[in-house]
């Protein structure tokens, strides 16, 4: 093996979270800054060409290429796990930029209140109505620490958008749910499409509160205090598996890349796959001495560090630890050790699919560009009477309406699915169908969690991660009240027919949700049950940070980029302001 | 290796002769009877007329306009299974291969192309049988994973951008109204509530002028 020169920071994954912190740290310090990529580079002109929907949407070229790596999954422990063979219920992203380079750019802050759920949840109904089997904790950090994280993100993206609660005033037309924010957001709502509006008009007939989809598509061109500018939106509908072809969407590439390529102590090494964390002593001297990584040749690498940064996705977070071992796995039969712990997902679905009379022109829009009510998010409305705890946002966006994906999508009237009368159902249908999305928190189980797999091994020899995770009670009935609410709005709107969401039985790894799945290396505030303290710092090896959605003890109901993004900044600062200054542990 | 194979079809019943109005009436341009010859790279002749004639009475060709045939959906298809999709290069393949309740996603271990040859060798004759057999026959095989797979390409076939063989003159965006990779929608996307809007479809090589590389092209 060879080693490589110390650097003072590597950086496992140039995805959201490690650029920015390359970024932070190559401008705030002068330390040299080493950024690991397994995939491939890329950059704004790459997608100039792929507005493709059969290579990127159907075919997933930028993600993660599964003959080499997947996870494996099972319902229970007592079930022998199975390997994703093909990409189903998320999509992890490969190559400089991640999977923030094929997201949507929906853009929502999370509800004050899921920071602190479970005091919150005891306070107001009593630990007795918490599920029997759940896991759920206090994050260590509130709303309030996070509100200034928050809006610095708002702001490298340009995001767009209505404020609904600026410093404890409620602004009709926004989210008067949302948590106070400091500022209105930096560019005003993106445009409104034909079917997003329908969902307005019907949700505002319903006494509900739509405002527009926050969004990293701006409605205009936006230059961000670092300088980087970025055109604003066409609504040309190529966003959720594409890389934007003219810069429009908020992406690693076109936010932080065009500042780190003019830093000179921050380096991206790309085709560098990490294996394993490098650790040296015990505890309480505990210290991450590097990386080891195989790079595009196949030879292996030592790369010392003074500083690690994990920062690769979620699941990967997850199993770099565990394959390093460092940290106790978690064992949900004593409920012991952290590393793996509180795996969750969203209760994302479509609540209702609405057919209309009229044409709705849905080839054009962005993933983000729609609308979106909150009545019924977290505990905006009270569960004494309901049979489950917490809820979920609904949203109707236009996403672009790639044909592939979307010929042959019918209402229940029509039995065809194929032939003439299919075919003709198909051509009338495919421009009338809309689709009522509901978002819903994911609680954390002591039985959803993450190991190594047994049986099952990557390329390279190292087992799989195993995923075992499966719906309880509160999901199935979440479910059952967004698709009954989705009914109504579908209803509302003016729909001919309507497919209703038919229930959520198992987990079923087939059907895109989102990539919004989390935990694994959750933060808290005691090691006893979380692997990173609030600073997101390893709770045992203060020189190892861990950041990104693996760090969330339980999943709120929006769009984790935007929080995930205010913990990294967060982090930055305690690193720059504090760690620097007297490394050792900052909790 | 095998003899180089070739599907031969008249240029009239192919979409890039088709006219395709606005009330969804097709129309074939007269005196082109011109035969092509197109190489193919998985199929022989034979199961490409199978595999092309299966899909025209998925997608047919009937009064609601041009289908399967129109759009060079075999075409599509037989690319498809000669390139990287065909073989699963970017599926997990590794065993132990089992059964599993349909939420863990295809668990097999055959290939696109495994799926296709051994489906093909249960539809022998099919080209040649009428149109009420034809749909007998593949309503016997509804529920197999060839048919689903041959569905599933069938549509991809028709609607994929024409760089993939299939989608001949966009054949399929017209039919559905779908105008492929347009550059900007800033003027209308808040416009024509209610209202068909049509532009007329692009492709991305005219979008781009970049002679872009499918996926099916590489290794």
Redesign the interface.
Same mark, same amino acid.
């Given at each position: 093996m060879k080693t490589l020169p110390a650097v003072d920071v590597v950086i496992v994954g140039g995805g959201w979270t490690g650029l920015l912190m390359a970024k932070e740290l190559g401008s705030r310090t002068a330390l040299s800054v080493v950024v690991l990529e397994r995939g491939g580079p890329r950059k704004t002109e790459d997608y100039? !060409?792929d #507005? =493709?929907?059969? =290579?990127y949407a159907?075919?997933?070229?930028m993600m993660q =290429?599964?003959?080499q790596? !997947?996870v494996t999954?099972r319902h229970s422990p007592s079930q022998?796990a199975?390997?994703?063979?093909?990409h189903?219920s998320f999509l992890p992203g490969s190559g400089v930029g991640g999977a923030g380079e094929h997201w949507a750019g929906v853009f929502p802050r999370f509800v004050p209140d899921s920071f602190e759920l479970r005091s919150r949840t005891i306070e107001k109904y009593g630990a007795g109505r918490l599920p029997d089997d759940h896991s759920i904790q206090d994050w260590g950090i509130t709303y309030d620490d996070l509100e200034p994280h928050y809006r610095r993100a708002e702001f490298l993206l340009g995001i767009s958008g209505k404020a609904g609660n600026l410093r404890g005033t409620r602004i009709d037309g926004g989210n008067i749910f949302e948590g106070w924010r400091s500022t209105e957001y930096p560019t005003p709502p993106t445009? +409104?499409?034909?079917v997003s509006?329908l969902f307005r008009e019907a949700a505002k007939s319903l006494g509900y509160h739509p405002y527009p989809m926050p969004a990293a598509t701006p409605s205009i061109s936006f230059t961000n205090p670092d300088g980087v500018s970025r055109p604003? *939106?066409?609504? *040309? %509908?190529?966003c959720v598996r594409f890389g934007c #072809?003219?810069g429009a969407k908020a992406q690693p590439t076109n936010t932080l890349l065009p500042v780190i390529q003019k830093q000179k102590n921050v380096s991206i090494r790309t085709g560098a796959c990490v294996r394993r964390i490098i650790r040296d002593g015990a505890p309480p001297n505990a210290q991450v001495r590097g990386v080891t990584y195989v790079d595009a040749s196949g030879e292996e690498i030592f790369q010392p560090a003074g500083l690690t940064i994990l920062a690769s996705w979620t699941l990967n977070n997850t199993r770099l630890l565990l394959l390093s071992g460092l940290g106790e796995s978690y064992d949900p039969a004593t409920g012991k050790g952290a590393v793996g712990r509180n795996l969750t997902h969203q209760v994302l679905l479509p609540a209702a699919t609405v057919f209309f009379e009229? $044409?709705l022109?849905r080839? #054009? &829009?962005a993933a983000a560009?729609g609308i979106r009510i909150s009545d019924l998010d977290g505990d905006a409305f009270d569960h004494s009477h309901l049979p489950f705890l917490r809820g979920g946002s609904f949203a109707v966006l236009?996403i672009g309406? %790639? $044909? +592939?994906a979307n010929?042959?999508v019918l209402p229940p009237s029509v039995k065809a699915?194929? &032939?003439?009368d299919w075919? @003709?159902a198909?051509?009338h249908y495919? =421009?009338r169908t809309g689709s009522i999305g509901f978002d819903g928190e994911h609680l954390a189980y002591k039985g959803n969690y993450m190991d190594l797999d047994p049986?099952? @091994?990557d390329r390279a020899g190292d087992p799989l991660l195993r995923l075992t995770l499966d719906w309880r009670d509160n999901e199935r009935k979440m479910a059952e009240f967004a698709t009954a609410k989705g009914v109504e709005l579908a209803r509302a709107m003016g729909a001919k027919e309507i497919l209703p969401f038919p229930g959520l039985?198992?987990?079923?790894?087939?059907r895109y949700q989102s990539t919004h799945i989390q935990g694994g290396t959750i933060m808290g505030s005691s090691p006893d049950h979380s692997v990173v303290n609030p600073y997101l710092q390893q709770w045992q090896f203060s020189n190892l940070f861990i950041l990104g959605g693996s760090t969330f003890p339980q999943n709120a109901a929006a769009n984790p980029t935007p929080t995930i993004l205010a913990l990294t900044y967060r982090t930055a600062d305690a690193i720059v302001d504090r760690y620097l200054k007297q490394p050792g542990p900052l909790a | 290796m095998r003899r180089r194979q070739f599907l031969t079809l008249s240029a009239a019943s192919l979409g890039g002769v088709l006219v395709f109005s606005l009330d969804r009436k097709s129309s074939l341009l007269t005196g082109q009877d011109k035969r092509l010859r197109i190489p193919l790279r998985f199929f022989d002749e034979s199961e490409a007329l199978i595999v092309a004639a299966a899909a025209s009475r998925i997608f047919p060709s009937d009064d609601s306009g041009p289908g399967a045939r129109e759009a060079g959906v075999v075409i599509y298809i037989d690319r498809q299974l000669a390139g990287p999709y065909g073989r699963d290069r970017f599926r997990y393949s590794q065993g132990p291969f089992e059964d599993a309740p349909a939420e863990f996603g295809y668990q097999g271990k055959a290939t696109p192309r495994e799926i296709y040859r051994e489906g093909l060798k249960n539809l022998k004759g099919f080209d040649r049988l009428a149109l009420e057999e034809q749909d007998a026959r593949l309503q016997q095989i509804e529920s197999s994973l060839f048919f689903s797979l041959l569905r599933r390409h069938t549509i991809e076939g028709m609607f994929s951008d024409p760089i993939h063989g299939g989608n001949i003159d966009m054949v399929g965006w017209q039919l559905v109204g779908f105008p492929g990779p347009r550059m900007s929608n800033y003027d209308d996307i808040d416009k024509h509530f209610g209202e068909a809007f049509r532009p007329k479809p692009v492709s991305l090589r005219q979008v781009t002028g970049i002679d872009v590389r499918p996926s099916e092209d590489e290794k």
């Amino acid at each position: 093996m060879k080693t490589l020169p110390a650097v003072d920071v590597v950086i496992v994954g140039g995805g959201w979270t490690g650029l920015l912190m390359a970024k932070e740290l190559g401008s705030r310090t002068a330390l040299s800054v080493v950024v690991l990529e397994r995939g491939g580079p890329r950059k704004t002109e790459d997608y100039s !060409t792929d #507005m =493709d929907e059969l =290579d990127y949407a159907i075919r997933f070229r930028m993600m993660q =290429d599964l003959s080499q790596e !997947t996870v494996t999954l099972r319902h229970s422990p007592s079930q022998r796990a199975l390997p994703l063979r093909q990409h189903g219920s998320f999509l992890p992203g490969s190559g400089v930029g991640g999977a923030g380079e094929h997201w949507a750019g929906v853009f929502p802050r999370f509800v004050p209140d899921s920071f602190e759920l479970r005091s919150r949840t005891i306070e107001k109904y009593g630990a007795g109505r918490l599920p029997d089997d759940h896991s759920i904790q206090d994050w260590g950090i509130t709303y309030d620490d996070l509100e200034p994280h928050y809006r610095r993100a708002e702001f490298l993206l340009g995001i767009s958008g209505k404020a609904g609660n600026l410093r404890g005033t409620r602004i009709d037309g926004g989210n008067i749910f949302e948590g106070w924010r400091s500022t209105e957001y930096p560019t005003p709502p993106t445009k +409104i499409p034909y079917v997003s509006s329908l969902f307005r008009e019907a949700a505002k007939s319903l006494g509900y509160h739509p405002y527009p989809m926050p969004a990293a598509t701006p409605s205009i061109s936006f230059t961000n205090p670092d300088g980087v500018s970025r055109p604003g *939106c066409t609504y *040309c %509908g190529f966003c959720v598996r594409f890389g934007c #072809m003219i810069g429009a969407k908020a992406q690693p590439t076109n936010t932080l890349l065009p500042v780190i390529q003019k830093q000179k102590n921050v380096s991206i090494r790309t085709g560098a796959c990490v294996r394993r964390i490098i650790r040296d002593g015990a505890p309480p001297n505990a210290q991450v001495r590097g990386v080891t990584y195989v790079d595009a040749s196949g030879e292996e690498i030592f790369q010392p560090a003074g500083l690690t940064i994990l920062a690769s996705w979620t699941l990967n977070n997850t199993r770099l630890l565990l394959l390093s071992g460092l940290g106790e796995s978690y064992d949900p039969a004593t409920g012991k050790g952290a590393v793996g712990r509180n795996l969750t997902h969203q209760v994302l679905l479509p609540a209702a699919t609405v057919f209309f009379e009229k $044409p709705l022109n849905r080839f #054009m &829009g962005a993933a983000a560009a729609g609308i979106r009510i909150s009545d019924l998010d977290g505990d905006a409305f009270d569960h004494s009477h309901l049979p489950f705890l917490r809820g979920g946002s609904f949203a109707v966006l236009n996403i672009g309406s %790639g $044909p +592939i994906a979307n010929f042959g999508v019918l209402p229940p009237s029509v039995k065809a699915r194929w &032939g003439s009368d299919w075919k @003709k159902a198909g051509l009338h249908y495919y =421009d009338r169908t809309g689709s009522i999305g509901f978002d819903g928190e994911h609680l954390a189980y002591k039985g959803n969690y993450m190991d190594l797999d047994p049986t099952y @091994k990557d390329r390279a020899g190292d087992p799989l991660l195993r995923l075992t995770l499966d719906w309880r009670d509160n999901e199935r009935k979440m479910a059952e009240f967004a698709t009954a609410k989705g009914v109504e709005l579908a209803r509302a709107m003016g729909a001919k027919e309507i497919l209703p969401f038919p229930g959520l039985r198992n987990y079923d790894a087939t059907r895109y949700q989102s990539t919004h799945i989390q935990g694994g290396t959750i933060m808290g505030s005691s090691p006893d049950h979380s692997v990173v303290n609030p600073y997101l710092q390893q709770w045992q090896f203060s020189n190892l940070f861990i950041l990104g959605g693996s760090t969330f003890p339980q999943n709120a109901a929006a769009n984790p980029t935007p929080t995930i993004l205010a913990l990294t900044y967060r982090t930055a600062d305690a690193i720059v302001d504090r760690y620097l200054k007297q490394p050792g542990p900052l909790a | 290796m095998r003899r180089r194979q070739f599907l031969t079809l008249s240029a009239a019943s192919l979409g890039g002769v088709l006219v395709f109005s606005l009330d969804r009436k097709s129309s074939l341009l007269t005196g082109q009877d011109k035969r092509l010859r197109i190489p193919l790279r998985f199929f022989d002749e034979s199961e490409a007329l199978i595999v092309a004639a299966a899909a025209s009475r998925i997608f047919p060709s009937d009064d609601s306009g041009p289908g399967a045939r129109e759009a060079g959906v075999v075409i599509y298809i037989d690319r498809q299974l000669a390139g990287p999709y065909g073989r699963d290069r970017f599926r997990y393949s590794q065993g132990p291969f089992e059964d599993a309740p349909a939420e863990f996603g295809y668990q097999g271990k055959a290939t696109p192309r495994e799926i296709y040859r051994e489906g093909l060798k249960n539809l022998k004759g099919f080209d040649r049988l009428a149109l009420e057999e034809q749909d007998a026959r593949l309503q016997q095989i509804e529920s197999s994973l060839f048919f689903s797979l041959l569905r599933r390409h069938t549509i991809e076939g028709m609607f994929s951008d024409p760089i993939h063989g299939g989608n001949i003159d966009m054949v399929g965006w017209q039919l559905v109204g779908f105008p492929g990779p347009r550059m900007s929608n800033y003027d209308d996307i808040d416009k024509h509530f209610g209202e068909a809007f049509r532009p007329k479809p692009v492709s991305l090589r005219q979008v781009t002028g970049i002679d872009v590389r499918p996926s099916e092209d590489e290794k």
